[in-house]
């Protein structure tokens, strides 16, 4: 039987209201900039695969956490590792494809709860006016996601299925992989 998940390491924080209020005014100046909202979207997901490339490195030095050897496995670091160091919050990792190729995480407040909760920090405080429905406000999750995921070799799609600002019970997130890369060195071994 594979060992649990490791102990989720303690990072410097910041104030949870001061996070959510910031993005929210990085949300809006957008909005302002672009004007199109299918632009903003692109707009947020960009700047969290920009993030998520770089925040792996820190995931992977704090956590120790070794290589992958699966999607499977990866997901579910992903859901009750890097989720909780960083936003403190987990995910439930559910709606597994037949041929393990998609799965769902279902974004939880609680790091060892198997329900589902319903927290999202970056949208706490916020409501969708009508005009904005169209607005993928936590867009940049999935690209953090995504970006980090490309960093260990897998090359995801990664987006919002439910969204509480949209009206649904729960945050979801839809996880497919679309290859899994074998690791390349820039140098070949001379035997």
């Known amino acids: 039987m594979p060992p649990g998940p490791r102990p989720v390491p303690q990072l410097e924080q910041i104030n949870a209201?001061?996070?959510?209020?910031?993005?929210?005014?990085?949300?809006?100046?957008?909005?302002?900039?672009?004007?199109?909202?299918?632009?903003?979207?692109?707009?947020?997901?960009?700047?969290?695969?920009?993030?998520?490339?770089?925040?792996?490195?820190?995931?992977?030095?704090?956590?120790?956490?070794?290589?992958?050897?699966?999607?499977?496995?990866a997901a579910e670091v992903v859901a009750r590792q890097a989720l909780p160091m960083f936003l403190n919050v987990s995910a439930a990792v559910t709606n597994w494809s037949a041929d393990g190729t998609e799965c769902s995480l279902v974004l939880t407040g609680n790091p060892l709860a198997d329900f589902v909760l319903t927290d999202n920090p970056l949208a706490d405080f916020v409501e969708l006016p009508d005009e904005y429905r169209s607005l993928r406000y936590s867009n940049l999750l999935p690209g953090v996601i995504r970006g980090g995921l490309e960093m260990v070799n897998m090359e995801v799609d990664c987006r919002f299925v439910q969204d509480m600002l949209k009206g649904a019970d729960c945050y979801e997130l839809r996880l497919r992989l679309k290859e899994h890369k074998d690791e390349q060195y820039p140098f070949k071994d001379d035997d």
Not at 28 to 56: C, H, S, T
Not at 57 to 62: N, P, R, S, V
């Open 17 to 73: 209201e001061i996070f959510t209020l910031t993005y929210g005014s990085i949300v809006r100046q957008l909005i302002a900039d672009f004007e199109d909202l299918d632009e903003v979207n692109k707009q947020l997901e960009k700047m969290g695969y920009n993030i998520g490339v770089r925040l792996v490195d820190e995931f992977l030095a704090k956590s120790k956490q070794g290589r992958c050897s699966s999607f499977r496995e």
